[in-house]
Nanobody
Framework: QVQLVESGGGLVQAGGSLRLSCVASGGTFSSYAMGWFRQAPGKEREFVASITFNGANTYVPGSVKGRFTISRDNAKKMVYLQMNYLKPEDTAVYYC?????????????????????WGQGTQVTVSS
């Protein structure tokens, strides 16, 4: 069973940047679609970015488009979320997620229900 551990969160001023990392252990990481989600206090979990198993296709929603970029390194079993021009409304716990139920499927997923493995989350706080 794959396990995911996020890192890279912290406190940053508005306009700053952070890069989140997620390392996988177990499973067949290179065959999984991966995603990032976030959850702010009192709000529902929100989709942030997704990437296909081979990194050929990515998708980010309009709320972060042009600011957030997802990438992966299958040799290192890592997925990254580069966040630039951060805003206070980006403050949340960020989660890495894997769809380990389909393999080598050149599809990215935007729904939380499409992912079956989740990390513990990393806090990102953006001050104004």
């Amino acid at each position: 069973q794959v396990q995911l551990v996020e890192s890279g969160g912290g406190l940053v001023q508005a306009g700053g940047s952070l890069r989140l990392s997620c390392v996988a252990s177990g499973g067949t990481f290179s065959s999984y679609a991966m995603g990032w989600f976030r959850q702010a206090p009192g709000k529902e979990r929100e989709f942030v970015a997704s990437i296909t198993f081979n990194g050929a296709n990515t998708y980010v929603p309009g709320s972060v488009k042009g600011r957030f970029t997802i990438s992966r390194d299958n040799a290192k079993k890592m997925v990254y979320l580069q966040m630039n021009y951060l805003k206070p409304e980006d403050t949340a716990v960020y989660y890495c997620a894997a769809n380990s139920r389909t393999y080598y499927n050149n599809v990215y997923y935007t729904m939380a229900s499409s992912y079956d493995v989740w990390g513990q989350g990393t806090q990102v706080t953006v001050s104004s």
